[in-house]
Every structure is written in structure tokens, then in C-alpha cells.
């Protein structure tokens, strides 16, 4: 019932509002909650006699410093039962202060609430209880929510208890389908579970730390541009971390930052789907960035000889230094070469690039096990060409989904369903 004026969508007048909430309070209703500058506020003792009042303030357009946010607080709860404020969360900056505000107030031992709006703000409405607020507000159903970050409250429900919460950091992710992916095995295996975005610019990953610890993140995805720059931040890597030299997955343990790289594993349960054995095959991989340190990595664990081919060559060549079996070739050169596998490991043939084959056609043959790691479109260009040709043809789900299920594991201990994920992530894509 908020006025227009005061962001929401209430067009009758006053006294319709106070006639309102004066049969509500005869209703049973214990709670109103006004806004800061609301005329009503003058009837909390005579009208509104009967309920308490819960007296917001909104921002939507930021977040002030944290000793703003508490002197707001204090001025709202001057003027009602108890305070509430929220803020447009717009940086893990911004999240940070509005958690400091949240502790300053807390010293009062006065029942509050207090949250952030927006992408980022969803975070301090899942970890409420380590916000120290009294209360938060969730939307009655999915689709139906009164603010942006708000959660429904099926979802707020599963989440009460030992909760599980995670996410993925990167910039820009308004394109990930981990959420989907992710949440779809919490709600499906029952688990107290939220995987949320984390949109955190290069500056703000220190911060970004200091909230998971904060909130009691059990841990984050990592993708582009952080999977190489959130090294020298974390505390151990794995094997895999190790060898690639790039983390997708950040655990939390006992305050320790611990990185794996899932992408390998992903890649090579992808490969193996599709009949790669490794010893004895020679394997191409197109492309010398983030996904083609996962395929090398793991075709070379899987025994392949492999070869890396580039725009840019001497990616390619620094690229196949890091390991062992591995070597660069010359686009031209490669085309004349008979490869057992052949990876795309460029974004040429993705939704929004050039519709190009990144590699000659001559390349594919008969018998080759090809894969492309995109999959928007499902079936690529290149993919359609080795299928004409005879080749067993895999797109880039198969990796997603099993390093999803694998960072899922190292998550939570439990293994979540192949087809749940995939189903999850054909649901946003197509
Ligand atoms: P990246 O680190 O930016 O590397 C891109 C590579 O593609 C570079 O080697 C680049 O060559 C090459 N390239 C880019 N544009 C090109 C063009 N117009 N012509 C020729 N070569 C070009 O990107 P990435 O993270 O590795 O991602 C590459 C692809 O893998 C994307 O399509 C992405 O969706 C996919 N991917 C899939 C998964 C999965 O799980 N399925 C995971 C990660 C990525 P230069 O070195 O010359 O710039």
C-alpha cells in the first residue's frame, strides 16, 4: 500500500490507506509498516493504537556509509516500534558497509531490519540471522516479488537452519546459468541451499572475501575475468588449480580460501562421454584461452598428444609449454593433419559471434570424436560440419553440467543429478 511517491503503487488517498490499516489492526494484524515520511506515522498513537508500527526507509538509488545508514536507523526508530531500512546494493563495497551497518546497529539491542536491494542485495535477505536483524521480507510467491533481490517464501523456508549459501563471482552475470543449475539440485535434493550472483569488479575481490567470511558463504564459482587474478588471494589450491593455473570454484573452510579448478574435470567427463580413451590419440584444441587450458589439461591427464592452434600464436605456444604431450602447430599446418579428436575452444560459432568455422573443414574427417565447448546454439556450425562428415559430435553441456556437479560436490559433499542440472540450464537457454 505505498503511495506512488514513495515507490510503490498505492494511487487512493490518505484516509483510504488509514482505513485501511485501521480494519487490518481490527483484523488481528500485529505489524504496520509505514514509511518514514508517511502522514500516518502521526496516528500512531490514536488510529493505529493496537499495532506496531514499522517505520522504512528506502533508497533505491545507493547505499550511503555505514554510519548514514545507522543514523537512519535511528531517526525511524524515533518514529516508530521498530526500524527498517533498505538500500539499492550496487558493489561488494556497498554490501560490505551496509554488513557494517548492520553490526553497528545491532549494539543497540533493538529489533531491526535491515536490507539491500537489487542483484547483491539478495545476500543479506538468505543470511539475515548473520546480519543480526529481528526480520526480513520475502515475496508470497515466485514472480511476485515487491522489491528487486527479494526471495519467495517457499525458498526463504527451505533456507532456515544450517543454511547452505554459494554463488558465483564475475563480471559481467547476467549471462551465467549456474544459479539455475545450482539451485535446481538444492531444490531437488531438499538441501538449505542458495546459489546467488555475485557481480564483483577486479578492485572489489578482496571485499568480496571479507562478505563470504561475513554472510558464512560456504563458498563461489569464479569466471571471467577472476579465474586467474583470485590466485594470490586464496589460501591453498588444489591439484587441479595448480596444474591449470586458474580457479572456477572457491571453498570456505575454517576461514581458509581453497580454489579448485572443476573445468578440467568437466572436460574430461565430457571427452570420455564421447569415447575419448586418451593413450594412443592425437587430439587438436582450437583456441589458447580460459577453456583451452581446461581441454589440454585434461587431454593431456588423459594420455593424448595434443596440439594447440591459435589466432595468436604465441598464446599457443606459451600455453603448450605449461605441459607435458603437448605442443603448438600452425592453423595451416594442423589442416593437413589426421587428429583423432578436434576441440573449438574459440567463441566463433557462439550466439552474438561470427558465424565462422574456426578452422578449416578439411580438419574434420570421418571417425574424429568433435567437440565444440559452446553450447548456445546447441549444435554449432562446426559441429554440424563434422556430423556431415562422419565424426561423433559432443557441444560444450556436457562440460558445464559436470563441472557444475562437481563444484556442487566440493560444495556440499553431495553429488547432485546429472539431468536435474542439464534440465535446469536447457530451461534458461532454450
Ligand atoms: P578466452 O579466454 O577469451 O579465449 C578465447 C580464445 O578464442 C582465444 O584463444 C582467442 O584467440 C580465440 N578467439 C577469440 N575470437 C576469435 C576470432 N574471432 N577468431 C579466432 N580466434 C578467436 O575465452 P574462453 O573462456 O576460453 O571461452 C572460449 C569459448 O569456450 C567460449 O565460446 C565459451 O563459451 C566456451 N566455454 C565453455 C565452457 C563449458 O563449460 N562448456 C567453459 C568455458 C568456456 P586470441 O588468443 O588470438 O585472442
Redesign the pocket.
Known amino acids: 500500500m505505498r503511495t506512488t511517491q514513495q515507490g510503490g503503487g498505492f494511487i487512493g488517498s490518505e484516509n483510504d490507506r488509514l482505513v485501511f490499516f485501521k480494519s487490518a489492526i481490527k483484523g488481528g494484524f500485529e505489524f504496520i509498516d509505514l514509511e518514514h515520511d508517511s502522514p500516518l506515522l502521526d496516528k500512531r498513537a490514536s488510529d493505529l493504537k493496537g499495532a506496531k508500527i514499522i517505520c522504512s526507509y528506502h533508497d533505491l538509488k545507493g547505499t550511503p556509509p555505514p554510519n548514514t545508514m545507522v543514523d537512519i536507523l535511528v531517526r525511524c526508530a524515533a518514529k516508530g516500534d521498530v526500524p527498517k531500512a533498505a538500500f539499492m546494493v550496487g558493489s561488494m563495497s556497498a554490501l560490505l558497509d551496509l554488513i557494517d551497518a548492520a553490526r553497528l546497529f545491532s549494539f543497540t539491542g533493538k529489533d531491526f531490519s535491515l536490507m539491500g536491494m537489487g542483484e547483491l542485495g539478495e545476500l543479506t535477505r538468505i543470511c539475515a540471522s548473520e546480519l543480526g536483524v529481528g526480520f526480513t521480507y520475502a515475496s508470497l510467491e515466485r514472480g511476485k516479488e515487491a522489491a528487486p533481490g527479494q526471495v519467495d517464501l517457499q525458498t526463504m523456508k527451505r533456507l532456515a537452519g544450517e543454511r547452505i549459501v554459494t554463488g558465483i563471482v564475475g563480471h559481467p552475470l547476467s549471462h551465467s546459468l549456474s544459479p539455475a543449475m545450482h539451485n535446481a539440485a538444492f531444490a531437488t535434493l531438499g538441501l538449505p541451499g542458495r546459489y546467488v550472483v555475485l557481480p564483483t569488479m577486479d578492485h572489489e575481490l578482496e571485499t568480496l572475501l571479507q562478505v563470504a567470511v561475513e554472510l558464512d558463504m560456504r563458498g563461489f564459482n569464479v569466471t571471467?575475468p577472476h579465474k586467474v587474478s583470485i590466485l594470490p588471494l586464496l589460501d591453498r589450491l588444489d591439484a587441479s588449480a595448480e596444474r591449470v593455473g586458474a580457479v572456477n570454484t572457491v571453498l570456505i573452510e575454517d576461514g581458509q580460501f581453497i580454489g579448485y579448478n572443476t573445468?578440467v574435470y568437466?572436460a574430461t567427463m565430457a571427452l570420455r562421454s564421447a569415447g575419448v580413451e586418451g593413450k594412443g590419440t592425437t587430439a587438436l584444441v582450437i583456441?589458447?584461452?580460459?577453456?583451452?587450458r581446461?581441454l589440454v589439461c585434461a587431454l593431456s591427464d588423459l594420455g593424448a598428444r595434443t596440439f594447440i592452434c591459435?589466432?595468436?600464436k604465441e598464446?599457443a605456444e606459451s600455453l603448450a609449454r605449461s605441459f607435458k604431450n603437448v605442443r603448438s602447430i600452425e592453423m595451416a599446418d594442423a589442416q593437413k593433419e589426421n587428429f583423432d579428436v578436434v576441440v573449438n575452444?574459440?567463441?566463433?560459432g557462439?550466439k552474438g559471434f561470427?558465424d565462422e568455422l574456426?578452422i578449416g573443414p578439411e580438419v574434420l574427417r570421418s571417425g574424429q570424436v568433435v567437440m565444440d565447448?559452446?553450447?548456445n546454439p546447441s549444435k554449432t556450425r562446426f559441429l554440424a560440419e563434422a556430423e556431415r562428415k562422419g565424426a561423433v559430435i559432443i557441444n560444450?553441456?556436457a562440460?558445464?553440467v559436470n563441472?557444475g556437479l562437481k563444484a556442487f560436490e566440493i560444495f556440499t559433499s553431495k553429488q547432485a543429478s546429472y539431468e536435474v542440472m542439464l534440465n535446469a540450464l536447457r530451461g534458461v537457454l532454450y
Not at 287 to 292: D, H, L, Q, V, Y
Not at 345 to 348: A, D, H, N, Q, Y
Open positions: 571471467i573445468d568437466g583456441g589458447a584461452g580460459g577453456a583451452s581446461a591459435n589466432r595468436t598464446k575452444c574459440t567463441p566463433l557462439m561470427p574456426p565447448t559452446i553450447y560444450g553441456e562440460m558445464l563441472q
